[in-house]
């Protein structure tokens, strides 16, 4: 799953002229390596853990002014925009309520979002919550498609498609 959706966003990056790109929740910055590789033109990395984002700030120095990287809350944090591509990878698994991020992806997207997300699934759901929520101590959210495509159609996504795979789903959505 880790690389399929990896490269699900290379692709639409790519598929756009040297976009601006808006990383939600970016983490070390493995992703965003490959973000720029594929021709993101300004890359933006928002994460409220300061140590993945020092690791980010490393692995990315190379790549000078077009890599802004920023502290904080999504919900509240001065992100500018609005991006060509707005990417959330595993950053809907830990949260509780996904409608307020999904409205502020909207606002600060004029072109793509690509977003992974959990599957909830009869077979893999159950086994997955006591694997995080009892063993890891770490509740985990579960979506269908049919939700996530109304979910971002009520946020003003014009066209949304899912894709399910190997126990996720990988979405697109266009403004
Ligand atoms: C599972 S990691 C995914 C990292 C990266 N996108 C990847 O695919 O490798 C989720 C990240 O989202 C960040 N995060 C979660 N909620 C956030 C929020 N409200 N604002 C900013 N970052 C958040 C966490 O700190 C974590 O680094």
Do not use: H
Not at 86 to 112: H, Q, W
């Amino acid at each position: 799953m880790m690389f399929m959706r990896r490269d699900f966003a290379v692709e639409v990056v790519g598929s756009y002229d040297a976009p601006s790109v808006l990383d939600v929740g970016c983490g070390s910055g493995r992703v965003a390596e490959n973000l720029i590789d594929a021709g993101a033109g300004q890359y933006t990395g928002v994460d409220f853990s300061e140590p993945m984002l020092e690791l980010a700030s490393e692995r990315l120095r190379r790549f000078g002014d077009r890599v802004r990287l920023e502290t904080g809350d999504f919900l509240e944090a001065d992100l500018g925009g609005p991006y060509d591509v707005v990417v959330a990878l595993g950053f809907f698994d830990y949260i509780e309520n996904p409608v307020p991020f999904v409205t502020r992806m909207r606002e600060l997207c004029k072109g793509s979002v690509v977003a992974s997300f959990p599957e909830w699934t009869w077979v893999k759901g159950p086994l997955r919550k006591i694997r995080y929520e009892v063993l890891a101590d770490c509740p985990i959210f579960n979506y269908t498609s049919r939700e996530l495509e109304l979910m971002f159609q009520a946020a003003g996504f014009k066209q949304v498609s899912c894709t399910e795979r190997n126990g996720g789903i990988l979405l697109r959505a266009d403004v």
